[in-house]
Structure formats: C-alpha cells, structure tokens
C-alpha cells in the first residue's frame, strides 16, 4: 500500500465503534510487550474470522479512547521491526504471523500498522497454545463457543466438493477421464475387470470425482476442458511455468489450466532434468543422475494442486533456475511444521480440500498417509543432494525449493552413514551447511553432538567433521582463528617490510588479513577486526606502531 492509501485506511479505521473487536489502538509510546503482541495477533486473527472480515489490525501511536495520533518510538529501526514477524511466528499456530507491518511518517507523529491474516476457515490461531478473543475492547480467552464455531467451519464447507451450476460431463476432457481410469487401475488393481464394465459416470462417482452425476469443482480441476475453468471464477485453477537464468532473469514461461490430470505431465516436460555428474568414493567413475528426481517434482506439484488455497484467487507457480526448482502455492501450511510432519509420519487432521484430496489419491496422484513429504527427503539424501527447502514465512504462501546439485556429498555420505544421527539432526546440519540460522536451542543441542563449531548465530560444521569429508578448505574458510594467529601474520609482514625499508598503510594491512579471516563476518565487521588488532598491538602488545597521522599510518615494527 501506498502512503496516501495507508492514511486513508487509518482515516476510516480511527472512525469504527471501540466496540470493533477486529481492531485494536494502542499508544505503545516507547515500547510494548511482546507477549501482549502475541495474544492480540491471536484474538484478532480468530475475531476477524468470525466477524467474516480480510484482516484484522492492531495499530501503534494512536490513544485508544480519542483515536489521536500521538507518536510511537516501538522499533524505530526498521530491521528490528522486520524481525518482529519471524518472532512472532515461533509461538503462533502454523507460524502465522502479520501479513505486513506498515510505518505511515504523519505530521502529528509515526504510526504501526500491522496487518493480520484471518484465522483459516476451521483452524483457530493460538499464542503460545492458548486461544485469545475479544469481549468488547476487552482481550479475554476465546470462549468455547467461538472456538468451535472456528473449528466446525472446516467441517461444514469445503470448496473443492462444492457442485458448478450448469456444468456437465461435456465440458470434461474425455482423454483426461481415459487417463483418470488407467490412474484409479493403479490404485485399485483389484478393481481393473469391473472399471470397463462402468459408463463415464459411475466412474467418476466411485472415484470419488463427482457426487451423483453432478460435476463438482474437483472435477473440474482435475478432468475439465481448459475452457470449463470459468465455472470456478471467481477462483483460478492454473500452473505457471516460469524459466530463468543464473542471473535470476525470466527466459521462458507457459501457463497451464484444466486439467490438471494431463497438465501435470505438461509441466514436467517443461523442465530440464538434464543428467548431472559428480564423484562418489574418490574414484574417477563419475556416477550419472538427473538433476531431479521425478517423484520429487510430481510430489512436490501435487502437494500444491491439492493444498492450494483456490479461492485466494492466485495461481500455482514453478520456477525453475539454474540449479533449483521453486514451487510456491497460496494458502498456509496446516501442519504446524514439517519438521512435525516428518517426524508423526501419519496422514494430517485437517485438509483445506478434502474432497479434491481424496480424488487426488483415487487417481494415484498423492499419498494421504502421511509419507509423501518424508519420501521427499529420503530421495535426496540417497542422492547426496540438499535437502527441500520449506519457507513459511509467509503466512498466505507455502513454498518448497528443491535443488538439483550437489553441496558436498561426501558430508551428506558420513551423516548418512551414522546410524547414531536421526533425520531431525540431519535436516538441522543441512541448514547449516547452507547456512540458514537455526534455533539457539538446536544449536547448542548439536554443537554437544561435537558436529558444529562456533558462536551462535554464526556457526559451521565442526572441523572433525570437515577433515573427515574433504570438506577442510570450507572449514578453513569460516573457522575463527585465535588474535596470535593474526598478529603473527602481521609481524611476519612488517619484518619483510624492514627489509626493504618499507613501511605497511592500512590497506596493506587489510589486502594482507582480508581472506584469511572467517568468511563468517561481513566486510564491516572484518575492518573492525583488523582496527583492533592493530590496537592491541601498538597500545598493549607495544610490538608495531605508527610512524604517521592516525588518517593515513604507516605500520612499522616497533
């Protein structure tokens, strides 16, 4: 939103009733507490959901009772508060967290605006597992009437089951029900003499397609002409393929929609699994794959038909880069994490689509009990290739990255190896092998396994390991030495310095230490390094100093 959109909203806001339990003002002149945060985030996630409304808004620098704008200082650096959504997430239901965080600069003073996503239909949102609503202006427990009525809401609706008005078996693809009937043999073969016997509808029927005869939004999906679509709009049903180059430039891209049965194969032609190369067991055998494994990708796209959420009215996109896949679907991701859903390996409560979910397993294209997410993983561990990438930081998007190279296979191998290491410690290594920051409590837990080194949030894996994998030059590359070392390399320098009667400025000094310090710290902080150095060595150590101005200095041995 724009600044002058953003007013205007805050305008209309200010003039609601106290009474409006989607919207809450608060002063929060220099601070407010974060758990307070989190409680309101849940009470008016579940209050706008109840009261049928986009969002719900909790906004700073505003008097509650006049509504006067009278300014606010919460997290005037705008990367700490950024940071609020990825803190707020670690303690709601699904990592819900705000939509967006908007600073509006006004004559009379900074304002907060922060948007918050709606509670999704069935599941009511939690801070830290406990369910907040409003009474009034009051922050109370969501009572237990309004927490079923959230609840039953998945129960009671579900749009993939919903019937198209006017829609027939006409207007479905009939070599997408010739490719549905091979698909249900597959999964029932135990069936295949009966299924030539059954006309078009009964088939679609006992698959679980349609309902009685009559043409559901499913169906449509899955077996409709591309020009039945229209009998989902509002609500779009299409895959975007989306080709670009190492420079993250787009080169190519098709649009797919109904049916998806057959456009699923289209998609995967569209991407290059070419064959990729690389060394196992020191030998000069190359061993041969493709850069994807294709249940990864069907997987993967089948996971975002079924679980888009259709009538956020988006489409399903696949980027494919250079060396990754990239495939995004709208709605959150219901389990409260993978890790979870890795671990309980069993099939999940709630479907946002249960009814195209269970046609989708009918036909052979998903797994419902549970395995399909964990099988993903396995795949690309026996590969000795990165683990999928699973970003929910966006709370109305789920987005999966699957990467077809190879990191440092040799590392993957010895975890693999280790029967003593479990898939949740596997996937936490991984993480810092790509050096994503992981939790201190999964740090200090794995850096006890003796398998990273480092101080949090900058940690890497532990030398031994390293050694072990042929992994050292990366080792070497983000291991922090102790000051001796440094200050060694230093002397040495200014030695062969005096040699030529020659003294060191500044840049030599960094041109000198630069590379040599942990890949861990920014250019920034690598100066500071090399300043303080030089600092203890003038002023404690007394073994060099500065033959010149503070400005420009010239470093000699003292």
Known sequence: MTQEELKKLLDELRTLSAETEWVEFKEAKNTFHFNDIGKYLSALSNEANLKNKECGWLIFGIEHKSRKIINTRFRTNRTDLDSLKSEIANKTTNRITFVEIYELHLPQGRVIMFQIPTAPRGIPVAWEGHYYGRDGESLVAL????????????????????????????????????KAREKYREKFPATAAEIDNWDNITFLNKAKITIQGKITRAAIILLGKDESEHFLSPSVARISWILKDEHNVEKDYEHFGPPFLL????????????KYRYLLDDTLFPTEVTKYEP???????NNCIAHQDYELRGRITVVEGADDLLFTNLGSFLPESVEKVIEQDSPQEYYRNAFLAQAMVNLNLIDTQGGGIKKMFSLQMSRYFPLPDYDLSDPSRVKVRITGKVIDEKYTRLLMRKTDIDLKTIILLDRVQKKVTISKEDASRIKKMKLIEGRYPKVYVASHVAAVTGDQSSYVKYRAFDNKYYKDFILLYLQEKAKKKESASREDIDKLLMNKISEALNIEQKRTKVKNLLFEMSRKDKTIKNISSKRKPKWVLA
């Open 143 to 178: 009572n237990l009437q309004e927490l079923e009525q959230i609840r039953n809401q998945g129960q009671q609706y579900d749009w993939s089951a919903q019937l198209c008005e006017g829609a027939t078996i006409d207007d479905l693809d009939v070599a997408a029900i010739v």
């Open 263 to 274: 456009n699923i194969d289209a998609v995967y032609a569209k991407i290059r699994n070419l």
């Open 295 to 301: 249940y990864v990708i069907r997987e993967a796209l």
